[in-house]
């Protein structure tokens, strides 16, 4: 029955989706032009973006998709008030999207330093999808549709591997149907995709203990490689390196220890070299060297916790966070409607953790000493730690003496309350039993259904 739900729901995320990115304008997910240009890496072979002088660092690209992404994203700019205008015409706009991907063209460098550090493996969704369109001449606006449907339906079918491993409870499931989660899904930005392989690794370390031991070496395998796409591509998810080496420590073989270490330095080696060569000129008074200024950070506890505290404890910032974890969509110039949206979803959130809990008043408290439980605990406080301390070095101006950090959206703790959610699940003995699993997956659908006719109407 398990497989039959978890079909259904991920069937209708991908409805939903489609429903989303058929209203949404082109590029409208915040930096999703970036995510473009390095997914077009991926096949152009640049996986080392490079720096031209006096220009933030950049990627060659297809004339084709470079004008594609200028011509759209200067739409959106005169949109939101970015930019004076005036927009590009309506004939701009078609002439953009009937241009043809071609690997005879001489590329074009576009600016896309937010995506430098992630690995263009992360984005094999859109990657392939582009690599068809060029292969298949398709014009560019048919390669951009291609590219949301081929990382939606892949962030499904992710979901729908982590959904078999390890059932999910009801606050998992309206987490992932929230507006913005929902709005991001169906875009060509990396966040579906990563959400997914984030869950599916937490997943596969759950089901190691109930596994047949013919079978853990594959998970572990599965393992590595979830991790290995995901952690650089969403850095404040370190702490899933850690589930390696529990996992090693389960199988007990020289081989899961090795592997579990050639990730971990792959990862390290990764991000410290292509930190250290990104160049990022879109603010001023931004740091130049991340890595040295996150060491500085570190060595001085007592400020990086005050200034976390400040940033916390501002009231305004507070009230951005919960609204752009809800879903304040585009180019977070699109909230809700109505305003008093955001407080029926967070009394719904409320609703669906306290059928989650539910199972505690039936169980002994000793269920909630179990190691995997405080683990999940600890790795989502440790990641939404990590987000404050990622936007101080790469996006606040001046970090030794911000007053606040900067940058910080209310979408990256999305994976953090999720591990959160998952900490407090059910047994899974109880949760694949039919009560329990009509209620995880009706009760998504419910937040599934309200989150798409809500992210519907402010489109």
């Known amino acids: 029955m398990k497989r039959t739900f978890a079909a259904i729901f991920c069937g ?48 060659w690209v297809d004339p084709a998709l470079a004008k594609y992404i200028n011509v759209h994203r200067e739409s959106n700019r005169v949109a939101v008030g970015r930019s004076p205008g005036p927009p590009p015409t309506t004939a701009e706009l078609v002439a953009a999207g009937n241009t043809s991907l071609s690997e005879s063209a001489k590329p074009i460098s576009i600016s896309a330093p937010g995506a430098a550090v992630y690995p263009p493996i992360a984005y094999l969704p859109q990657g392939l999808a582009l690599f068809s369109a060029r292969a298949l001449h398709l014009p560019m606006a048919t390669a951009y549709a291609l590219a949301r449907l081929v990382s939606l339906t892949t962030s499904a079918a992710v979901l729908f591997a982590a959904f078999l491993l390890v059932t999910p409870n009801p606050l998992q499931l309206a987490l992932l149907t929230l507006p913005m989660s929902l709005f991001q899904l169906a875009s060509a930005a990396l966040d579906g995709f990563s959400t997914g392989l984030a869950m599916l690794a937490i997943s596969l370390y759950q089901s190691l203990p109930e596994a047949q031991p013919r079978h853990r070496p594959i998970i572990h395998v599965c393992l590595v ?9 969403r850095l404040h998810l370190w702490p899933l390196l850690i589930l390696l080496f529990l996992s090693a420590r389960k199988i007990k073989s020289v081989w899961a220890w090795f592997t579990s270490l050639a990730c971990l330095s792959t990862v390290l080696n990764w991000v410290a070299s292509v930190s250290r060569n990104t160049v990022d000129l879109r603010r001023a008074e931004l740091s130049t060297d991340t890595v040295q200024t996150a060491i500085h950070s570190l060595s001085h506890p007592g400020e990086l916790i005050a200034l976390v505290l400040r940033t916390l404890t501002n009231h305004e910032l507070q009230n951005f966070y919960f609204r752009s974890f809800i879903g304040v969509l585009g180019w977070l110039h699109l909230p809700l409607e109505p305003s008093k949206a955001y407080q029926m979803l967070g009394l719904m959130l409320a609703i669906f953790t306290v059928l989650t809990l539910n199972w505690i008043s039936q169980r002994t408290w000793r269920m909630l000493l179990e190691q995997t439980r405080w683990l999940l605990v600890g790795m989502a406080m440790l990641s939404a730690m990590s987000v404050f301390l990622l936007l101080l070095v790469a996006w606040t101006p001046d970090p030794a003496n911000a007053l606040l950090i900067e940058g910080v959206q209310g979408r990256y703790f999305l994976v953090p309350a999720l591990m959160v959610a998952m900490a407090v699940a059910p047994p899974q003995k109880q949760q694949q039993r039919l009560p329990s699993l009509v209620l995880s997956y009706v009760s998504g659908s419910v937040m599934l259904m309200v989150s798409t006719a809500l992210t519907l109407r402010v489109l």
């Open 225 to 233: 490689s979830s991790i290995l796409i995901v952690v650089p591509a």
């Open 12 to 59: 209708l995320l991908v409805v939903s989706g489609l429903l989303i990115g058929g209203t949404t304008p082109p590029l409208l997910s915040p930096d999703e032009h970036a995510h473009l240009v390095r997914a077009y890496t991926l096949i152009s072979g640049e996986w080392r973006m490079h720096t031209p002088a006096g220009r933030s660092t950049a990627a």
